[in-house]
């Protein structure tokens, strides 16, 4: 048995996964028109590649990565593309962004697949096929996997972790995808163990689940894999990568360092699955679990094709009558969604509907009595009171030096605050408002160096024009010189004075 | 007696040459406060605050010739920062510099344009791109939007653009909560 550490901080919420976790998996129907919005990892938005009228398939690309951090997209079913317009996407301004649209022809016909042997390609090769099969870390933060189990020169992985830890409350669809996927989980892990070169696998799995825990030993053991299944204690956040990380191997990820640095990389068992589904089925990211939970009268998992909107998704659950809000994500991290127009996309692991007597407004916010409640229950040992006086006076940087960016947003701190101080908001504005500024600071450094370099090209201009004209002027005064020196000039001044005498004296003689 | 008196005497000479060779080794060029003035300005080049260019602004406050509240497009918040720097009174922007606006670009209409190549020759940053007779654009992720363009536009086809707020450079807000009366 593997010892296991703590992590510092964390909370106890009641965990509400029984509501959904107790019956299958529901397949969603088919929507007949799908957005699927162009941004749906962290990175750069991807690039469209078809425009209104294509015919698509199941599968085939819409879009290809928009840079290095930024994966493809594809069609969740077949049907013509009506457009890319600006539609509303789950994001936490109601903001719109750039959508492909397509119109399902109800076929759902695949584009052809193509699996592959993982381990008789070069681990560049599979790297590029996962970016164009459009895998996301799937816990939430939709990061390019490709990119993950890419390592520096100064940094290894030897240990993948699998995180199945799904801490948040309410969220079950990582509970039952291993309870019913472990297999293909496991064989995905394996794939991405073998792209990163790691050598051992350990699953986390919180000792809340234990049909998954028992499902995943069970399926390790089948497969004969090296592959070590934890049952990690249930603590809020034990699902964050550096908690789960330093829970399963007592490393402690610092500021600034990644876990290759420390020979680990983490990956949801959603993103294993994936994976599995991408390179040894040759199925693209095209689908997803999502838990559909909270104020509804029959709360489940559900399959659903990204593009699917929410709307639609959440009828499937018949939300109460007195919802008043849905939230994408948990009732810790999770943001409410500004409209339910706004369709299902990679990074949608949970839709929470809420009512006033589910979640009662929190009393009016008091001020910080300094209880320093929230640095105890701060999983990142960070000090949130701290980064709270200075995000509210708006002196960030004196909020960035408490680390305000180590901050994980795990809403521990808002949590057990007597005061009702809403902090991760506090934080959050503040992050977003450095983030901005930093940006206006280069845009200001490049105007700069821009406008002195204007500068210097007017003032070399100048000076070129001056110099053509010395020139110039030189040239004239030659070509004078060559005409004759100075005395062949007197001389030619005396013959022309010499020339008007003579002609004055012609003529004085006819005028007299 | 004269022990003393040497020890001292060497004491001053290597101290001295130390001091002297520090001054040399360790000049200062120009003058640092200008540099920090000029990193705080928005360096639009947009010549509101009557110099021509943020550096000659800079240079201004830090010989104490300007106040620190003629840039408008640096805003209060610039303003904070200045006297931060320089530990005067904040004061809020003058008048008679202009306004704080939202942040622009200029856009130019592209049917309208004659190709004169007047606002090429304006632009500080060189953000415009076109040639004599032909159509001119502007770059936008250069723009300071410093409206300098406009002006010298004999048929008036530049307008300046609020950037409009898009998922890229959206920004969660400060928290604010209705005060409710109490109970």
Known sequence: MRPLFGFTGGVKPASHKTESNQGGIVVAPLPPVLTVPLRQNAGLASRPLVQAGDRVLKGQAIAGPGGSISVAIHAPTSGTVRGIETHPIPHPSGLLAPCVVIEADGEDRWIERTPVDPYALPVEELRTRLRDAGVVGLGGAAFPSFVKTQHGPTQRIETLILNGAECEPFITCDDLLMRTQAGQILDGAAVLAHIAGAQRIVVGIEDNKPEAVAAMTAAAQRAGLLVEVVAVPTRYPAGGEKQLIRVLTGIEVPFGKLPPDYGVQCFNVATAYATARALLHGEPMISRLVTVTGNVERPGNFEVRIGTPIADLLKLAEPKADTDRNLMGGPMMGFALPTLDAPVIKATNCILAGSKAMFPAPGPEMPCIRCGSCARACPMDLQPFEMYWFSRAKILGKAQEYHLFDCIECGCCTYVCPSRIPLVDYFRFAKSEIRAREKENEAADAARQRYEFRLEREEREKQEKAAKLAAKAAETKAKLAQAGDADDKKALIAAAVARAQEQKAEEKPGVE | ?183
């Open chain 2, 1 to 183: 007696m004269l022990e003393a008196l040497l020890v001292m005497a060497l004491g001053s000479v290597i101290l001295g040459g130390a001091l002297g060779y520090a001054s040399v080794k360790f000049r200062v060029e120009g003058d640092p406060l200008v540099e920090k003035i000029d990193a705080i300005l928005p360096q639009t080049q947009c010549g509101q605050c009557g110099f021509p260019g943020c550096k000659p602004y800079a240079e201004a406050i830090a010989k104490g010739e300007a106040d620190i509240n003629c840039c408008p497009p640096g805003g209060e918040d610039g303003i904070h920062k200045l006297a931060d720097l320089l530990g005067r009174e904040f004061k809020p922007l003058s008048g008679e510099h202009g306004v704080e606006k939202p942040k622009s670009t200029a856009v130019i209409d592209e049917n309208v344009c004659i190709g004169c190549t007047l606002c090429i020759q304006a632009c500080p940053v060189d953000a415009i791109v076109g040639a004599a007779k032909q159509m001119h654009t502007v770059v936008a992720s250069q723009c300071t939007g410093c409206e300098l363009c406009l002006a010298p536009c004999p048929v008036n086809c530049i307008d300046m653009v609020p950037i409009p707020e898009t998922i890229d450079n959206w920004k969660w807000k400060y928290p604010v909560f209705a005060v409710q009366k109490a109970a």
